[in-house]
């Protein structure tokens, strides 16, 4: 009776703070999209004195060259995995690669992609994310954990300082960023691995030039385990991640996250594992460290011997009704009509590193999802109006300045739409706004300045990395026996987005 009390009072919680969010939400205020911070968030408290890592150093690019490598000779991470996977299971893991944290019909769990640069945009998200965290089972870090390469000796302030107060256990998929350490920091860390003994690679060329994994510091390392030392923290028993690629179980829902590697592919031996856990008769959510639509476009991630992994999300008799993917740093959501069903194809990798545009997606039309059914954060004009002032400030390019309105009209006119957030007042546009939102990528243009992955890797170190709006963003996912309900809260790094996170999206998913 006690415990149905306390789950009606999470419940009513979680939905008066919905409601509350939606008010004020980026897509009903330029406050809610943190234009106007009246005062920074509790976040910068929490950060470790020392910076991170500079994306700029050549020594960090050098720690990178795995994906490089990858790219030349082929991508060796689906051997590694399978080497991994079997060191597991002859650890004793459950070859199936279940995790029973023993929950029941209904629970929460939260969601948050691309996590680990341990600088202002990873810490702005925690607080916010705390509030909101009341009640949940667990949490799953979606795709890079650990940037720039996934070394288990950067856990600390990267995984086990932001989330120290984060009272339930965390499990996670690797991204490309954990596999440049050939997944050795993560298997430490998720699975509590010893390291793997040395192979030659089947390539000899690559063999000489792979990163090997970074021997872990294990006092350093059981130090920073002690920040996330409660039993409540801790998956263990039949709770335990057993390997990279995992199913959480649930009277009610089956959370399956899969391991796409650097390059995306998945191994003969996890697509087999993939093939045999779908054909449970519970319905599923997939979480992935690769999204299958983003940007509108439609990228399965391979399966090796043939077929992709959506044929298995398609797949009717599988009940799939939601893939999340990771690695993209922002927001998305794509409802595709699959027969006489809806599969909701998330993107969710705002999690805390820099910022990927939304703008430069176009009037969305793929796989029959028209554009009012597209969801997206930030907004178009907001992301279009966040990289200006970045490129003005920092590179004292002061005409490219766009106020959040003005860009909002640039992005409603390039993409045939009505403002998403009502404009106040007129708002002239002019010649120079038009140059302004061409070189940011508004519309296609040959000579583009980067906002994206190069913008990430290259250029975010100049950038004001102390300056909200950061506009992240993590979910929350709510089961019962009946409904799916997933919400994307934002955080902005502004006080007043953490004490009331923002819900910029929500939607509710049968599971009848
Ligand atoms: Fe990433």
Known sequence: MRSEKIAAKIWLMVEVAAE????LSSRVSEEGAGWSCQQIGTFAQLRPDRDGFSWLNPRTLWRS?????????????????????????????DPEARVRPGLGPSFDFLLLGDTGEGDASQYAVVPGLLRLS??????????????????????????????KDYRAPIYAIPGNHDWYDGLGGFMRVFCDAPALRPKPDSGWLRGLLWRKPEPV???????????????????????????????????SLLVVGVDTGIAGLIDARQAEWLRRVSRDPRPKVLVTGK???????YKPSPLEGGGTIDDIVRDPAHRYVAAIGGDVHNYQRYPV????RVIQYIVSGGGGAFMHATHTIRRVDVAGVREDDFRCY????????????????????KWVCLTPAEAACIMSEQIKNDPVRPVHGPVRITRRMRWAARLLGAWPWPLRLPVDRVFHR?????????????????????????????????ATGCLAQELEPPLEDEVSISLS
């Open 378 to 397: 930030p907004l178009r004009g907001d992301s279009l109006s966040f990289y200006s002032q970045l490129y003005a400030r920092r590179l004292r390019m």
């Open 217 to 251: 510091d294990e006092r350093r390392l059981a130090e920073a385990r002690e920040l996330r030392g409660l039993p409540s923290q801790r998956a263990t028993g039949p709770a335990a991640q057993p390997g990279p690629y995992w199913a959480v179980e649930s009277e």
């Open 65 to 93: 060259r795995n994906e490089i490598l990858a790219g030349l000779f082929g991508d060796p991470s689906g051997e590694v995995r399978a080497r991994w996977v079997e060191a597991q299971e002859a650890r004793g893991a």
């Open 134 to 163: 009341e009640g949940t089972s667990f949490a799953v870090v979606a795709s890079d954990v650990i940037y720039p390469a996934g070394s288990g000796n950067e856990y600390g302030d990267k995984f086990f300082r932001p989330y």
């Open 20 to 23: 509350r969010g939606k008010q």
């Open 458 to 490: 290259y250029l975010s170190e100049v950038s004001d990395w102390d300056t909200p709006p950061f506009f992240k963003q993590f979910l929350r996912l709510s089961v019962t026996p009946e409904t799916l309900t997933v919400r994307c809260f934002a």
């Open 291 to 297: 999204p299958i639509y983003t940007r509108n476009d």
């Open 337 to 340: 009509r699959v027969g006489d």
